[in-house]
């Protein structure tokens, strides 16, 4: 029987790349699938923000406001993620959070994820090491830029 390719699935792409096919598919029932046109939001700088978002397709935009200007943060491409640090530490979004181009995320929110780690605890310890990492090579990234900056 061929594929059904009506129903989205979550590809095994960063965070998710650990997980087999039948946790990424049970993890995908805890969230839901959106398409993001162009110009749409999916976060808003300083909004409350108690969701991740993984991109399936399409690229995104990281911006902040800074001094009244518009700074472009970061893209976000296929197999990354968004909103992961509020998800461990709940605060209002850092940063908004744009498509450049037709999107697919999925997004889970806290609540469901933790009712995911209560009933998937070993699959879901393998997605929050994701989580960790990617966090964590963000802030060596950002610690790259201030030192650079202090050195320049």
Known sequence: MPADLSIPKLPALGILEPLGDEDRDILSGYGEFLPVQPNNTITEEGLDQNSLFFVISGK??????R???MVLLGTIGR??????????DPAKASATVT??????????????????????????????IGIGRTIAHRLRVVNEKVTAFYSA
């Open 67 to 69: 001094a009244g200007h």
């Open 79 to 88: 197999g990354e993620t968004v909103g992961e640090m509020n998800l461990l």
């Open 99 to 128: 498509a450049v181009e037709f999107s697919q995320v999925w997004r889970i929110s806290a609540d469901s994820l933790d009712q995911y780690i209560n009933e998937y605890p070993k699959p879901a310890a393998w997605l929050l």
């Open 60 to 65: 995104l935009h990281a911006t902040s406001m």
